[in-house]
């Protein structure tokens, strides 16, 4: 090894911004002392470079590694082994190798470990922001690498810079072909991913107020393309969770094994609902909720994604949605659930709280009850009453007491749809009639640029369920008797103007979708991202076969390989072809065309032209191969070499005639007896011309 | 004239046995009006040859022995008062001939080795603040010990770029070193080497250089031999304009000593190595000192056509 290795200026540079490149997203999510750890590891070593400082000591190394190890480990104590400790340490090393950087393959490893670091960022993010920055970042690295190992006059910043970007962008086709091809396999194990403490979306427990908060937010909650024609709007009711315990105050799940994702799995509940018609099927990616239930219209039934269904036709998955979530549904309108009402559910659907204060609601109840011929009779008087009492659809409701439901129904009269599908059930459960509430979205907004639809939070829903002998469970939906337009426009036309409406969202484009261009925009933008999110993130195994499978059939699965060959030879004979090329030929003269051929010619009979030879060495090494066409041969190049390179004026058209005759007769004789038919066939036809 | 480069040939390969492509190469290096420069082990005729060639031009020649305490007054001359005439006169250095031998030019520093620079390029020195010519033509033949060797100073590129040709010798072929073999002892067998060119036919050759016919498809090759020097990254520097019209010059003098009146792309590969091996250096070489076998590279990585 070479003691006196410098690392290059040039390269040091490189591998330092590529560093910086590729911490610094990720500094968001690590504590402030790592970040300045990293910084002065960096600008120690830049000191190095000036030659301010020197290498740390063993003493010193020794030090700084036996600090930050306890101080990783007390920082991230309460996450234990997980993934953000590891990465950190992982961020150390690398700085903290920058410290002990003398030889060339330790800037070797430094800017491989700068390539890992890229690919954990991937982990936490897979935006297409964070696609771009781990391309940008690729190109820096292997800027890093080129500066590195250039040793001569074109080593500058802006060589290397252009050679990591053709290197970045002609390995494109490349990485496209192993992405698509490469096969899909389920990772081996499970990265323990930090799960974010607050949760987004609607949540288990509904008290008056909780949805409209959701109101004030323009966030994504998911997106839903359709296979087919997507319903009307009126009809997009994603069913959530059911919520049927009620407290006096807040509506809740009633704690049961039915909702455990593992006993769901293993005994699969009976009695599934009976559906009519046809099925809409449809595809969802779902934002991260840190939640264990996802969204999808009554009835429903699970055709891709690990996804199971409980007693309550609620959907859920094994573990906190902390990515994005992908499943495929299909569901029909027309159904019967539940047609015979198991006692435990009954007893359920007609919990009262115990200590009960809303007297006069139970009191209105009983009175419209003993107007009502029967029970549906009763819930359309129900209905009526929110109609024609001066009840307020409003985002902005006035806070409730203790009896919520009688404060709601005789006293403010003005509530979001919690408090409409609140009151509505207790009305329901008063009299005996099995009934709870059910959470989740309404409606959405279409974008026309990718086909889908998109739910947002401030879509945030609830609506009732009421159980009807012969009937089932039917849904009934309170908000939409006092709002109508809230069901058959959407919860924008109702609140566009009412403040705190997206309030949270700040400047979210969302609230400039009334101009029309920015409304566009802002469309096109999320069309990207979902087709980014359909198509690049959760392609999985079977999205694979299913592409393969509309590119080669039925039997895709065996061709996957093949593919995956001839694409990636294809890539390397297009590159081999250019290299090979070597860059540009321009266009000849007429008698070096003629040379070249019969340059070919010869190659044929195993006389191949060498690169670099000249025309005289050539005809020497044919002449002494090839005797008998010596003679010949050298009058053809005696009249190529002045036609090409004589002196000018000499290149007469005599000359050129001669050269043509010259060089036919010899090719003549070269020539296989098969292509010399053809050249003849060719030579009469041009002369007849 | 063919007969008499033929002839001048003949007489320096009587000397040098077995050569006659490097003779070739020397007399078409001095017939361009280019310095020279031999470069090869110890006891391989690098002298022998260098005189020959002075000889048989029959130039007013000096030999220059470098060693390394030589100083640039030793060669350039110095201006020594004189007690008679009360002036300081100025007594020329060896330099001042038509012709001169710097003998293991290597082997002294580099403030002398730069003392030639002004010679080389401008044909003029300046000693003392005063400028003077030297004698018309100028040759510098130069013959130096390779690098790696002890106790040598390499010469700066900038003086590298100064000769037109860096040949090598190399050891004789086993027929040459018996009849070398046969024949030792008759020392010193450069004093045999008869005048055959004269200062007439230098100037003459250049005249006729000069008219030699240079296609545009020469020309395409040698722009295409150029900027594969200066793009591939084999190479730590492509080859300067200086280099690419010495290799102009080397090519239309070779042309004319086969007897053509244009230069065909043979001619080119002929004299390419001598011309640009001096003044490349290897790409994977950061401080690489030579370029050899990089002209052979080059040659046979671009196409003539």
New interface residues.
Partial sequence: MDVNYQIPRLALLWVLAALLLVILPGMLRLPLWILLLVLGCMGWRLLIFAGRASYPGKLVKALIVFTALPLTVLQFRTQGVGLDAAVCLLILGVVFKLLEMQYKRDIVIVIVLAYVLTMIGFIYSQTIPSGLHAVLAVAVITGALVSLN?????NNFRNNARLAAQLVLQSIPLTLALFILVPRIAPLWTMPLPVPSSTTGVTDEMTPGDISSLGRSAELAFRVSFDGEAPSHDRLYWRGLVLDFFDGRTWHRSGSTFLDYGMIRRYPSENRGVPQGDPVAYDVIMEPTQQTWVYGMQLAEVTAGEIVQDRNYSLHTATPITQRLRYQLRSWSAFHTDLELPRALRSRALQMPEEDSNTQSAALARELRAASADDMDYVTRVLRHYREQPFFYTLNPPLLGEASIDEFLFQTREGFCEHYAGSFVYLMRAVGIPARVVVGYHGGEYNRFEDYTMVYQYNAHAWAEVWFEGEGWVRFDPTGAVAPERISQGVEAVFANQPGFMEDSGFSMMRFRDTQWLNTLRLRLDAIDYAWNRWVVSYDQDLQLEFLEDLFGENARSSLLWALGMSTALIFSVAAFFLLR?GQRQL??PA?RG??ALAADLAAMGLPR????????YCARVSAERPELAESMQSVTMLY?QL?????GVGSEQLRQEFRMTLQTLRLRVLSRARRAGLVAVSAFSRQR | MDQRIQAAVNEIGAVLLGKERQVRLALCCLLSGGHLLIEDLLGMGKTTLAHALARVFGLDFNRIQFTSDLLPADILGVSIFDQQSGRFSFHPGPIFRQMILADEINRTTPKTQSALLEAMEEGQVTVEGETRRLPSPFFVIATQNPVSLAGTFPLPESQLDRFLMRIGIGYPDPRAERQLLETAGERDRGELVRQHLNVNDLVEMRKAAASV?L?P??LDYIQRLIARTRDS?D????LSPRGGIAVVRATRTWALMEGR??????DV?AVLPAVVEHRL?S??D?EGRSGNALAQRL???????
């Fill in positions: 250039r040793d001569n006059a074109r070597g000849r003269d070096t040379y070249l060498r690169t670099g030879e000249g025309p005289l060495d070499v090409c390179y004589g002196e000018q | 016919s296609s498809q020469l990254d190479f730590h520097f492509g009146q244009h230069a065909i792309p043979e590969q250096r790409g994977s950061g040659l046979s990585e671009v196409d003539v056509f």
